[in-house]
């Protein structure tokens, strides 16, 4: 992409209910310098969707097989886009090359187009986000708009929780309760050899711990090459000291249960529903390098 080229904004999942945020990153977009295309009567509301299954669907569809559109961004998360699995057409899906960006419950849609295609798509703050979201991760975003998007990921923050050489493989992963959902189905995705990224909001530690014990005897754990964990916060204004409490608890559970593997476990990272938000290629060969606590991609 390049500036002047046109962002599709679609809804696959819940409904929206304040404005401000969608303008204010239509104007974030805008002020990158690309034209942004959003229904001209905003979805409708149908309980907590936007829309009906079928007609968020056809809205996928209409925008991704749009030569005019060179992007798709999610207008937000929320539930829903399990519900579109059945009706995605996958010949189309295959037959044209575009950005898929947004993160949380589109963390199904990105497994779905990997699956499908084995293309790079992009885990990364959504229209109603952006506006929320740091400098940094805007940044970032923009970067992996016009193409940059292997410049390496690092931060100040990332805890090495254990070491090693460095891993390799395929980025896969996000949000933990979503993917847990395509677990027994048809849409779930082989994690053998793959560096694996989690992140959650809102879920009390025993769920997130009932949600990781059960990928370990799924054997999930047992195939990735490394795990990054992201942002897990009980609450979105939960204290500092208190959140930092609440993911430790989460990392050493991932610890216990990689413990047999030793593969390389990172925590803290600058990914998840917080501000700090970045852009990731989800389906990209990646290398994680715990001695610098770089994230970098081939």
């Known amino acids: 992409m390049q500036p002047g080229d046109t962002i599709g904004i679609f809804a696959p999942g819940g409904q929206i209910r304040d404005l401000a945020p969608l303008e204010q990153g239509v104007s974030i977009l805008q002020e990158m310098g690309f034209d942004v295309r959003i229904p001209r009567q905003l979805w409708p509301g149908t309980g907590y969707l936007a829309d009906t299954d079928r007609n968020r669907a056809l809205e996928?569809?209409?925008?991704?097989?749009?030569?005019?559109i060179s992007?798709?961004?999610?207008?937000?998360?929320?539930?829903?886009?399990?519900?579109?699995?059945?009706?995605?057409?996958?010949?189309?899906?295959?037959?044209h090359q575009k950005m898929l960006i947004g993160f949380s419950d589109i963390t199904i849609l990105h497994q779905a187009l990997f699956q499908t295609t084995k293309m790079v798509s992009f885990h990364g703050p959504m229209l109603t986000t952006l506006s929320s979201s740091s400098r940094k991760s805007v940044e970032r975003l923009y970067a992996c708009l016009i193409g940059k998007w292997k410049v390496p990921v690092s931060g100040p923050k990332i805890e090495v929780l254990r070491g090693g050489d460095p891993a390799r493989g395929t980025l896969v992963g996000g949000n933990l309760s979503s993917l847990m959902s395509l677990l027994a189905t048809p849409f779930e995705q082989d994690w053998s050899n793959a560096i694996l990224f989690l992140e959650d909001v809102g879920e009390p530690l025993y769920r997130i711990?009932?949600?990781?014990?059960?990928?370990?005897?799924?054997?999930?754990?047992?195939?990735?090459?490394g795990i990054v964990l992201g942002d897990f916060s009980l609450v979105r204004d939960q204290d500092r000291l208190e959140s930092l409490r609440f993911q430790e608890q989460i990392w050493i559970r991932v610890l216990e249960l990689t413990e047999a593997t030793?593969?390389?476990?990172?925590?803290?990272?600058?990914?998840g529903h917080g501000p700090d938000n970045l852009a990731l290629p989800h389906g990209a060969e990646t290398v994680m390098e715990s001695r610098q606590a770089i994230l970098s991609f081939q």
């Open 209 to 225: 711990d009932r949600m990781l014990t059960q990928l370990a005897h799924c054997g999930k754990l047992n195939q990735v090459s």
């Open 262 to 271: 030793g593969i390389p476990v990172w925590g803290d990272f600058p990914v």
């Open 71 to 95: 992007a798709l961004l999610a207008l937000r998360g929320g539930f829903g886009c399990l519900r579109l699995l059945p009706l995605l057409d996958r010949n189309e899906l295959r037959q």
């Open 60 to 68: 996928f569809h209409r925008m991704w097989t749009d030569p005019e």
